[in-house]
């Protein structure tokens, strides 16, 4: 694999395929071959301007007739799961977009296909590539704060404030509202720091989707005593952009990291970030990437799943690590509705 360029398509040319199809083109060991785009009007602009790239209105028709190493899935959360089983079919390595699956029994019959199958998966929960919280990783990992004690995390933006139209707000398709749709990138990173945690408490409103919740609440416990909270609503004023802060409490000190900024009280010195205060800014510590389309951390999570393939390494944000976020996300609709139960986490 090393020399090879990897052959890749996209199932599903929104906004993220878009993106996706993009980067594919600017890495050295990948280049983009086909699409899958049932809307007309996509379809036909890809066909005008970018005739190289074979393109498919049935995505099984695609990965039978393209000898393809790997595809984007970029479709509805209810279309994920049986895309990503015809991949298994034919052996082909895919990223699939978050959730995995609208429940985690949806997902399932692809948890037993990729058992012993020596492929390549990843879903995209691309803020373990920002720069912040890759930052906020490592200072944990090393133990400079001691102990964690507990933390309080909180994911905000200004989208929602009437009943939405499509499948987004039909729960079935979906899965659910802001909790599987935005606050699972939050979810993910809480695993990523701390581990999977045990049980949940969680309250949910809906205001305004009416079936699908616009704000929730949610208490988290760690079998080793470690506990800690998230709040998240896509329908607050003032958050045009979406914004996430993780605040943990330990005893050698704080960390406070969001996307543009990691701030860091110690009591102690580990060490080189000193007692008192440190603060990192993006711009500080930002690497920079060989292109930027929609942010580096995009690029960096794209790069990562080819280079994998290339190197036939598996990756730690793959489906099998999507199905516990989906596990944990069961268990908060079923707190929820059970008024705020402690439930624990399958």
């Not at 009943?163 to 695993?191: E, F, N, P």
């Not at 406070?256 to 009280?265: A, C």
């Not at 690029?299 to 793959?318: G, W």
Request: aromatic share 10%; hydrophobic share 40%.
């Amino acid at each position: 694999m090393q020399n090879k360029i990897l052959k890749g398509g996209i199932i599903g040319a929104g906004k993220m395929g878009l993106l996706h199809s993009a980067l594919i083109n600017c890495f050295d060991h990948s280049t983009l071959v086909a699409i899958c785009e049932p809307s007309k009007l996509i379809y036909k602009t890809i066909k005008e301007f970018a005739p190289d790239i074979k393109t498919y209105k049935d995505y099984k028709e695609m990965l039978k007739n393209e000898e393809l190493d790997f595809v984007f899935i970029s479709t509805p959360t209810f279309l994920h799961v049986p895309i990503a089983l015809d991949c298994v079919k034919y052996g082909c390595h895919f990223f699939v977009e978050k959730p995995l699956s609208a429940n985690s029994e949806e997902a399932l019959p692809l948890i037993e296909a990729l058992e012993g199958k020596h492929l390549i998966t990843m879903t995209g929960y691309m803020m373990r590539y920002l720069i912040t919280f890759q930052r906020a990783k490592e200072i944990i990992d090393r133990g400079v704060l001691g102990k964690i004690i507990t933390f309080n995390a909180t994911m905000y933006v200004s989208q929602l404030f009437k009943k939405g139209k499509g499948w987004r707000y039909d729960r079935k398709k979906s899965g659910g509202g802001v909790i599987i749709m935005q606050a699972t990138h939050v979810i993910d990173m809480l695993c990523w720091f701390f581990g999977d945690p045990k049980w949940v408490n969680a309250s949910l409103l809906s205001p305004y989707s009416k079936t699908t919740e616009d704000f929730g609440h949610i208490i988290f416990n760690w079998e080793n005593g470690l506990m800690g909270w998230l709040d998240s609503s896509w329908s607050v004023y003032n958050h045009r952009m979406l914004e996430t802060t993780i605040e943990i409490h330990a005893q050698n000190g704080t960390l406070i990291v969001n996307d543009d900024t990691v701030r860091l009280f110690l009591k102690n010195t580990v060490d080189e970030y000193r007692d008192g205060w440190t603060i990192l800014r993006k711009p500080e510590m930002e690497k920079g990437v060989a292109i930027d389309i929609g942010g580096p951390h995009y690029t960096r999570q794209d790069e990562a799943f080819v280079n994998a393939i290339v190197k036939n390494r598996p990756l730690e944000s793959d489906v099998f690590n999507a199905f516990n976020v989906q596990n944990i996300v069961d268990a908060i609709y079923s707190s929820s509705d059970s008024t705020g139960k402690t439930t624990e986490i399958k």
